[in-house]
């Protein structure tokens, strides 16, 4: 599928899915939190996806993690940060089986959300 086909078979579900900070697949969630830096021309933006640490603990203690780990840097002019929520509590919290599938699917929604950008860097 070429990139000019996804966009345009992506762009009503990566707006909803924007709106809500939230993509589903079955049971499975992830959520994230985005901040943008500055203005860039349309197609010129830079996607910057943080994955925080933590794992092993309770809910509250990983969204406390989550939480207290965005918003920590700032990013060039013309940039978007994208933070995920680890999609489990677990030791291997980016690690699980399962995630792939999010992972997959929230691409094309971030860079959506970056009025189709030009680079990425996890």
Known sequence: MSW??????????????????KL???DKN?????KSF????AGKRSLWITMHGGGEGTAEQNDRNWKGYYGRYEFPPGS???????PANSWNMWCVEWLDGL??????TWCYSAAWIQIAFI
């Open 4 to 21: 000019e086909d996804l966009k345009k078979s992506r762009a009503g579900s990566a707006a909803e899915e924007l709106a809500a900070k």
């Open 24 to 26: 589903s697949i079955a």
């Open 30 to 34: 992830l959520v994230w939190m985005e």
């Open 38 to 41: 500055g203005e860039a021309p």
């Open 80 to 86: 978007i940060n994208v933070a995920p929520r680890a």
């Open 103 to 108: 992972l997959t699917a929230s691409l094309p």
